[in-house]
């Protein structure tokens, strides 16, 4: 099956930092990867959806220019979260979509933490 | 109401038990998902489907569209099944997911 990389897996950082969150398709290509948020003991919520080439759709209720998504290539889609606050802590987890197997593929997920 | 319910929301089961989780759902889906997660976070997909049933060792999936309802089971379930195990139903033009609350096995030996 495909695979779903995300890096860092782990992150801790300072109140007011900006962390940035990569996902990449290892051995497919991806025009559409999805951002997901999940909150302890909740499911998954989307936040976006990544196009490459053009920009993020938001969900309604995510500040976009909080939550800003770059999927220039067809591999790889970022996420990066600005003046990170507490609140923002959470498990953010990205999927890609490949055309060629018409299913989304899952990545293991980045647990970040706002200190 | 959610538009994709599971049921039960918690399941303890002996060893050796056949488990089944329920999935029922409102939207028109092109697919339904069944993921897998575990205590601490990564997430892994168990099944698509469309339509009828699916198998993977011990693992089974079955969808009747008519009902919109889905079923996982597992055959002689171990613990290292112990999971949160959940549904989402999408697809379409946009291949967005609506995730179930996800039901959480807890397997004893």
């Known amino acids: 099956g495909a695979v779903v990389s995300q890096h860092p897996s782990r992150v801790i950082c300072k109140s007011g930092t900006s962390v940035k969150i990569e996902c990449r398709s290892l051995d497919f290509q991806a025009t559409t990867m999805f951002w997901y948020r999940q909150f302890p003991k909740q499911s998954l919520m989307l936040m976006a959806t990544s196009n490459e080439g053009s920009k993020a759709t938001y969900e309604q209720g995510v500040e976009k220019d909080k939550f800003l998504i770059n999927h220039a290539s067809l591999t790889l889609s970022t996420l990066t979260v600005t003046s990170a606050h507490p609140e923002d802590s959470s498990f953010y987890i990205c999927?890609?979509?490949?055309?060629?197997?018409?299913?989304?593929?899952f990545g293991p997920g980045t647990r970040l933490t706002v200190l | 109401k959610n538009e994709v319910e599971q049921s039960p929301q918690n399941l303890t089961a002996q060893e050796g038990e056949f488990i089944t989780i329920n999935c029922s759902y409102s939207?028109?889906?092109?697919?339904l998902h069944w993921l897998q997660q575990h205590p601490g976070g990564g997430i892994v997909s168990l099944f698509m489907?469309?339509?009828g049933k699916k198998k993977h060792g011990r693992l089974i999936a079955t969808i009747n569209i008519q009902e919109k309802h889905s079923s996982l089971h597992i055959t002689a379930s171990h613990p290292r099944d112990s999971a949160v195990y959940i549904c989402?139903?999408?697809?379409?033009?946009?291949?967005?997911?609506?995730f179930g609350t996800g039901t959480l096995l807890a397997v004893q030996p």
């Open positions: 489907l469309s339509s």
């Open positions: 989402a139903a999408g697809g379409g033009a946009t291949n967005k997911l609506i």
């Open positions: 999927s890609a979509f490949s055309d060629q197997y018409n299913e989304q593929f």
């Open positions: 939207v028109g889906i092109s697919a």
